[in-house]
Every structure is written in C-alpha cells, then in structure tokens.
C-alpha cells in the first residue's frame, strides 16, 4: 500500500506537454498552398451547395405565398358565392312613375308689339296702290311678315277683322299661360299672320269664335274637360285690350283641345315604362296651321271636333257616356249573408232568402230572364228546391265556379265579393277609355288585331267585324304585359323560344347555380356571344350575374314553352302572341300568368286569320315538324291595349277589372295635368 502512494505521488509529480495543432487558418493557407486545384474544387462544391440552399428556401417561400394567395382567393370566392346566394342577382323591370305634368309658361304677347313700337319712330311708308306681290299676297291669304305689316300705311287691302296693329299698345298688360310648344307656335303665327282670327272689325266675335266657343263649352261630352279651356270675358266692341285677350286665349284654348282631342290630356310614357307611346307627341307648328287654315275656310269648330279618334269604338264609348250621364246610382242596402252557411239541394235554411237577393243584383240580363219566376217567388221559408239549384248553377257558371248546386263560402264569397258597377264608377272607366284611345292611331285600320288585357280577349278585327275572338293570358303583376302598338311581320311555326334576359336571372340563374347541369337537363341549347355552343355543366355559375353573358333558347318540341307557333310583331318588350302547352288557364275567370307575351286560345285560328289562309294550312306547316317562318302579305296593326271599359261585338259595353292597377296611375296624371292647368287659367 505504501508502495502504491509513492509511485501515485511520484506520478502526480510529472508534467505532460500538451500536442500542438496548427491554426485552423494556417493549414488552410498551408493546404491552398500545397493543393491549390484541390482546394478551388473545394470552393466551387460549397458556393453550389450554398447557391442551392437558397434557391431551395425561395420556391418553398414562394410556394409558401402562392398557397396562402390561392386560400385567400377561395376564401373571397367563397364570400362573393355567398354573398350572391343572399341577395341573388336580379334584372329591373318596368316601374310605375310619380306622373309630373308638362310645364305651362307666360306666353311672350309683348313681343308681337315689337315692330309696331319700332314703326312709331320710322317714317310710315305711304302705299296708295299696293305693289301686285302684296295685293298677290292678300288676295291668296298668303302671310304677310309682321315687321312688313307694321310699316303699311294704309294696309294693301282692308281688313275683315281687327289686326295687331290695333291691339299693340295693349299686347304687354295682356296675361296668357299656356305649354311652351303652344306659345311658340302661337306667337310664330301671329308674326306672320297680323291679322286676328276670331275677333271682327267691330271688336266682338266673329261667328268662327262663337262656333269656337260652343265646342270648347261642350268638351266633357267628348271625353275631356271644359274647364281646361276657359277665355275671358266676352269682349263689347269697346275695349281693344279685351279684344285681343279673347283673341289670343281662344286660339290657344282651341290649339290644346286639338292636341288633348288628338293626343290626350296625359304623356302616357310618364305614367310607366309599361305604356310604349313614343310617337305620340303633337307638332303644335303644324297644328297651329291647320287651326288657321281651317279658320280661313270658315270651319275651325269642324277642325276641333274631327282631332277626336275617328275609330267607331270611341263613338260607342261616347254614347255610353251620354247614357250614364243622366243616370244616378240606386242605393240599396248591402246583402248580408251568416257566416258558415252551407246549402244543398233539398236543404231548408232561411238564409236562402239572402243568397238568392245577392243573385239577384249580380245575375246578367240573361240569367234574370231565364229565372224571372224564381226570382220573383219570396224565399222566406227557405226551401231550397231544383227551381233555385238550377239558378244557382247558372250563377256559379257565370262566376267561372264549379256548377254543382253547392252553396259554401266560395259561391258566398263570389257573390259577394263585387256589386255591379255604379253609373258613377263606369262613367270613370268610359273617360279614362277615352282618354286611352287617344294614345292609339285615330283609325285602328279596316283589318287589325285588337288585344285587351283587362277583358283577358284578343280578336282579329275585319271589316268592322270580329272574324276570329279568343280568350287569352296575359302577364301576370309581376310581369305586366306592355301598352302600345306595331304591326305583325310573320308567323313562326314549330318556334324556338329565345329565354329572356330577365327570366334567366331572376327566375333560372338560382337554380343553375344549384345545380350547373340545369339546362342540359331540360334539353335547352346554350351559346357564347360568338354563337359557340357549350353545356350548362361546363359554366361556373356563380361567377355570372345580371349581365348574363350567354343566350339560351329551348328548341321546338311537345314541352316547349310556345307550343307549336307565335305570331311576331319585333319590339323591344319581346312580346307576342303564341300557343302554350298550359291549356287549362283559359278556363279560368282570371288569366294573368305569363311573363308578359300574349297567349293564345286557339293559336291556329289566328294564325290562319293574320295569314290570311285556312287552318288546315297552318295545320299542315306545323306537322312538318320544322322551324320556319312565314311572312305577311303587307301591314297588319296589332293594338296590344287596356281598357277596363270597352264596346263588345254586340255594341255593350263590357266593364273590367283592373287587374294592374292602371286606373288609378291614370287618374293620377289627369288629376295632376288638370292641376296645373287650373293654376295658370
């Protein structure tokens, strides 16, 4: 053990040297120096693996930004599908206005005593023999220019009748409002022609402005308004300032009767953008030369009263206006049937006595006639016999009800549910039927399709006689059928129905975007601007909006939407008349449930009617199978119109429901033109 301690401590003595390395630094030098190809091999290897590091961590940084721009991307497509799926993107229809009637505005009289004033300071040329080209001028009752007029001294030839000459000191006090259109064309006449039209030389009314005045008092038996047309005092012979107010007043009151006669008191394109009336505007220039040309031929009051619509419906609807006049509405007390009755033959109720009241007031002239003995029995006991169940099966025919005898709470209701109209409400109707004709031709033409929405009734007119008469369909209130009028080009059989823009947004689009593959579905065909065609499935749907890029038509076949034909008249609203697959909506009472085309009862009857050929014909077109198109020999007017008062077949006025509400948008604008008019009188 001792031992061992003294070689450990004799160990532990001893110091050993640690081995020396050379710097890191040196034995690189040392080997550059030693190898130097090797060493730049070496290099070269690490400057590449280091350049590969790099460029390795930007594709993954890249790679990195390009997926988080790809999920942003999808999370934004993803909002905007949403966003689209909540408020689904939607095509504008037509809108109803706040009708703002046409301004009126002082007319500038003061101008025309202009000249007059100027030749008070000018040396007055003396003419004791008028040249040939003014005598020329006179006798030819050509326009003589104010501003010659007023330096003549004395006039050519004598006058018939006061002129502005003598009425030109007093032009500036005198106060006329009337259109702009109408004030120009006034003061452009009087310019021209200095001499008065209506006024003699002794300061009264000639007997041209006492015919004028008896038709413009007589206005509300033709439709419009006398009080639109009020003058001023009668002028004595005395006062030339009165004079030439009378004379100024009655050519403008009688330039707006011609007007609202000939074009209406209302700009039916103000009242919505469903009335199309574009041309139904007045050139009052020209009509202010009729109104003097007729004045110098002695008939302007013949003038007047020939603006009015020359069709023979409008004559019908004034003499049902003249009928109604007269009359006054009887007042019953109302009819009052208990809630829950229920009637079948052989019952007894003494609510029968009331039912049989209310069939009573809303039974035809036929019905009444046909039933007088029933009618005339008291119902008090209630015994409900075959007598009254055939009534009563008459009745609910007329109420487009199921005739089966059935008293319940629909035939309750339907008797219920409207009175006749009152003298009062259908002298309205007939005025705003007036009023509505004006907005059409004068003459609708010998051969012509007349449409009424209101009377669900389409007719092709010939010779003054219905040829061919069907019910129709028409938009319905979401979808109004427009107001207006074209003529008919052709005739398209076994047709393509070209989808609308409108239908295939509002109405497809959703369902496309549920399903791409809708239209492949149904068979409809689906083209690119260029006329490529392509599938439903193919197209990403949520990315299309109102402004639908593609153009989809179904082709002819059993399921297409216009049957076997239409009969086309091109405007801009895409409506005409075609056949239709749903068949039993002509059956019922109320027949608004289109999306605004016109469809047809009996297709093949009118086609043959504008065709002017036998059904057979048009029969044997359609078993063809094939699209094509036949055009009209000439023009044929189509008016597609609504008149909730119009004349039938027979000579009656029929009285319609206003299934758009127009009535009252009409009555509006009248309300708001006579408005005006009464403020400026």
């Given at each position: 053990?001792?031992?061992?301690?003294?070689?450990?401590t004799?160990?532990?003595?001893?110091?050993?040297?640690?081995?020396?390395?050379p710097?890191?630094?040196e034995?690189?030098?040392?080997?550059?120096?030693?190898?130097?190809?090797?060493a730049?091999?070496?290099?070269?290897?690490?400057?590449?693996?280091?350049?590969q590091?790099?460029r390795?961590f930007?594709?993954?940084?890249?790679?990195r930004?390009?997926?988080?721009?790809?999920?942003?991307?999808?999370?934004?497509?993803?909002?905007?599908?949403?966003?689209?799926?909540?408020?689904?993107a939607?095509?504008?229809?037509?809108?109803?206005?706040?009708?703002?009637?046409?301004?009126?505005?002082?007319v500038?009289?003061?101008?025309?005593?202009?000249p007059?004033?100027?030749?008070?300071?000018?040396n007055v040329?003396?003419?004791e023999?008028?040249?040939?080209?003014i005598?020329?001028?006179?006798?030819e009752?050509?326009?003589?220019?104010?501003?010659?007029?007023?330096l003549?001294?004395?006039?050519?030839?004598?006058?018939?009748?006061?002129?502005?000459?003598?009425?030109?000191?007093?032009l500036?006090?005198i106060?006329?409002?009337a259109?702009?259109?109408i004030?120009?064309?006034?003061?452009?006449?009087?310019?021209?022609?200095?001499?008065?039209?209506?006024?003699?030389?002794?300061?009264?009314?000639?007997e041209?402005?006492?015919?004028?005045?008896?038709?413009?008092?007589?206005?509300?038996?033709?439709?419009?308004?006398s009080?639109?047309y009020q003058l001023?005092?009668?002028?004595?012979?005395?006062?030339?300032k009165?004079a030439?107010?009378?004379?100024?007043?009655?050519?403008a009151?009688?330039?707006?009767?011609?007007?609202?006669?000939?074009h209406g008191?209302?700009?039916?394109n103000r009242?919505?953008?469903?009335?199309?009336?574009?041309?139904?505007?007045?050139?009052?220039?020209?009509?202010?030369?009729?109104?003097?040309f007729?004045?110098?031929?002695g008939?302007?009051?013949e003038?007047?009263?020939?603006?009015?619509?020359?069709?023979?419906?409008?004559?019908?609807?004034k003499?049902?206006?003249?009928r109604?006049?007269?009359?006054t509405?009887?007042?019953?007390?109302?009819?009052?049937?208990?809630?829950?009755?229920f009637?079948?033959?052989g019952?007894?109720?003494?609510?029968?006595?009331?039912?049989?009241?209310?069939?009573?007031r809303?039974?035809?002239?036929?019905?009444?006639?046909?039933?007088?003995?029933?009618?005339?029995?008291?119902?008090?006991?209630?015994e409900?016999?075959?007598?009254v169940?055939?009534?009563?099966?008459?009745?609910?025919?007329?109420?487009w009800?199921?005739?089966?005898?059935i008293?319940?709470k629909n035939?309750?209701?339907?008797l219920?549910?409207?009175?006749?109209?009152?003298?009062?409400v259908k002298?309205?109707?007939?005025?705003?039927?007036?009023?509505?004709?004006?907005?059409?031709?004068?003459r609708?033409?010998?051969?012509?399709?007349?449409i009424?929405?209101?009377?669900?009734?389409?007719?092709?007119?010939?010779g003054g006689?219905e040829?061919?008469a069907?019910?129709?369909?028409?938009?319905?209130k979401?979808?109004?059928?427009?107001?207006?009028h074209?003529n008919i080009?052709y005739?398209?059989?076994?047709?393509?129905w070209?989808?609308?823009?409108?239908?295939?947004?509002?109405?497809?689009l959703?369902?496309?975007r549920?399903?791409?593959?809708?239209f492949?579905?149904?068979?409809?065909?689906?083209t690119?601007?260029?006329g490529?065609?392509?599938?439903?499935?193919s197209?990403?749907?949520?990315?299309v909006?109102?402004?639908?890029?593609?153009?989809?038509?179904?082709?002819?076949?059993?399921?297409?939407?216009?049957?076997r034909?239409?009969?086309m008249?091109?405007?801009?609203?895409?409506?005409?008349?075609?056949?239709?697959?749903?068949?039993?909506l002509?059956?019922?009472?109320?027949?608004a449930y289109?999306?605004?085309?016109v469809?047809?009862e009996r297709?093949?009857?009118?086609?043959?009617?504008?065709l002017?050929?036998?059904?057979?014909?048009?029969?044997?077109?359609?078993?063809?199978?094939?699209?094509?198109?036949?055009?009209?020999?000439?023009?044929?007017?189509?008016?597609?119109?609504?008149?909730?008062?119009?004349?039938?077949?027979?000579?009656?006025?029929?009285?319609y429901?206003?299934?758009?509400?127009?009535?009252?948008?009409?009555r509006k604008a009248?309300?708001?033109?006579?408005?005006?008019?009464d403020?400026?009188s």
């Amino acid at each position: 053990m001792r031992h061992f301690l003294a070689v450990l401590t004799a160990t532990s003595m001893l110091t050993v040297a640690p081995p020396v390395f050379p710097d890191v630094a040196e034995a690189s030098s040392l080997f550059e120096t030693l190898f130097p190809r090797t060493a730049e091999r070496r290099r070269a290897r690490a400057e590449r693996r280091r350049q590969q590091q790099i460029r390795l961590f930007e594709q993954r940084d890249r790679a990195r930004k390009s997926q988080e721009r790809r999920v942003r991307a999808a999370a934004r497509a993803q909002k905007k599908r949403r966003a689209a799926a909540s408020k689904p993107a939607k095509v504008k229809g037509a809108q109803y206005h706040k009708y703002k009637a046409r301004n009126v505005a002082p007319v500038a009289l003061a101008s025309l005593a202009k000249p007059f004033e100027a030749s008070r300071g000018q040396n007055v040329v003396s003419v004791e023999q008028p040249s040939p080209e003014i005598m020329n001028a006179r006798l030819e009752l050509k326009r003589i220019n104010i501003h010659t007029y007023a330096l003549l001294a004395p006039p050519p030839v004598e006058p018939t009748g006061m002129t502005l000459a003598d009425a030109s000191e007093s032009l500036k006090d005198i106060r006329l409002i009337a259109r702009k259109n109408i004030g120009k064309a006034l003061i452009k006449h009087y310019s021209q022609s200095p001499e008065f039209m209506w006024i003699g030389a002794d300061g009264r009314l000639n007997e041209q402005g006492d015919a004028l005045i008896d038709v413009l008092a007589d206005a509300d038996a033709y439709g419009l308004r006398s009080n639109d047309y009020q003058l001023p005092p009668l002028p004595n012979g005395s006062d030339a300032k009165a004079a030439a107010a009378m004379e100024f007043a009655l050519t403008a009151r009688a330039l707006r009767y011609i007007i609202d006669a000939r074009h209406g008191v209302v700009d039916p394109n103000r009242i919505s953008d469903y009335h199309d009336f574009a041309k139904n505007y007045a050139n009052a220039d020209k009509v202010m030369a009729t109104l003097a040309f007729a004045a110098r031929e002695g008939r302007a009051d013949e003038t007047l009263l020939a603006s009015h619509p020359k069709e023979p419906a409008f004559a019908a609807l004034k003499a049902e206006l003249d009928r109604l006049q007269g009359l006054t509405a009887t007042v019953l007390p109302p009819v009052r049937i208990a809630s829950g009755t229920f009637l079948r033959p052989g019952d007894m109720d003494p609510e029968l006595e009331n039912i049989v009241e209310a069939i009573r007031r809303r039974a035809s002239d036929e019905i009444k006639a046909k039933h007088a003995a029933v009618l005339e029995q008291d119902h008090s006991l209630g015994e409900y016999t075959p007598e009254v169940v055939a009534l009563v099966r008459d009745m609910q025919k007329a109420l487009w009800l199921k005739p089966d005898g059935i008293v319940g709470k629909n035939t309750i209701r339907s008797l219920l549910k409207s009175k006749k109209a009152s003298p009062a409400v259908k002298r309205e109707r007939i005025l705003l039927a007036m009023e509505r004709m004006r907005w059409h031709p004068s003459r609708f033409g010998d051969r012509h399709v007349f449409i009424n929405q209101a009377s669900y009734r389409a007719a092709m007119i010939e010779g003054g006689r219905e040829k061919v008469a069907m019910n129709v369909v028409v938009g319905k209130k979401s979808n109004q059928t427009y107001f207006f009028h074209d003529n008919i080009d052709y005739v398209e059989f076994n047709p393509y129905w070209g989808i609308p823009r409108s239908i295939l947004v509002n109405e497809m689009l959703p369902k496309l975007r549920k399903n791409a593959s809708y239209f492949d579905r149904l068979g409809y065909e689906v083209t690119t601007g260029s006329g490529r065609r392509i599938a439903s499935s193919s197209i990403d749907w949520w990315s299309v909006g109102a402004n639908f890029p593609y153009n989809v038509r179904q082709p002819p076949g059993p399921r297409n939407a216009l049957g076997r034909l239409k009969i086309m008249f091109p405007n801009s609203h895409a409506i005409y008349m075609h056949d239709t697959p749903a068949k039993s909506l002509f059956s019922k009472p109320t027949r608004a449930y289109s999306h605004g085309c016109v469809r047809l009862e009996r297709p093949e009857e009118m086609a043959a009617a504008v065709l002017g050929t036998t059904i057979g014909d048009v029969e044997n077109e359609i078993a063809q199978g094939e699209n094509k198109t036949r055009q009209l020999n000439g023009k044929l007017p189509v008016y597609v119109s609504y008149f909730t008062a119009w004349p039938n077949a027979d000579g009656s006025i029929g009285y319609y429901s206003d299934v758009y509400g127009r009535d009252a948008f009409l009555r509006k604008a009248l309300q708001a033109e006579h408005a005006v008019r009464d403020q400026s009188s």
